[in-house]
């Protein structure tokens, strides 16, 4: 069993920064895949950006240019860095990590962008 915590979360005016943090409860060094996906209230879940263990990275068309993912394996934590940031960004933020055929997910962190 692996523990997400997602934190970083919060408000911030459009055009503004934010990075957020997943700490597992395990070593992600292992780990086939992690990523971000976010949701706004009535919407189905979406990708935001994934990291694979070999590094490849994918991210949503809407994030392109704005937005990195990372990793460090020292602290066993997965970030997002955020920049540029829109009124249509704002979104509960999940932490996801695909371990082995096993799917583990955070509680989310509430983004907010105000216009």
């Known amino acids: 069993q692996v523990q997400l915590m997602e934190s970083g979360g919060g408000l911030v005016q459009a055009g503004g920064s934010l990075r957020l943090s997943c700490a597992a409860s395990a070593s992600i060094v292992s780990f086939n895949r992690m990523g971000w996906y976010r949701q706004t209230p009535g919407n189905q879940r979406e990708l935001v950006a994934t990291?694979?263990?070999?590094?490849?990275?994918e991210f949503a068309d809407s994030v392109k240019g704005r937005f990195a993912i990372s990793r460090e394996y020292a602290k066993n934590t997965l970030y997002l860095q955020m920049n540029i940031l829109k009124f249509e960004d704002t979104a509960v933020y999940y932490c996801?990590?695909?371990?082995?055929?096993?799917?583990?997910w955070g509680q989310g962190t509430q983004v907010t962008v105000s216009s």
């Open positions: 990291i694979t263990r070999g590094g490849n990275t």
């Open positions: 996801h990590a695909l371990v082995g055929i096993h799917n583990y």
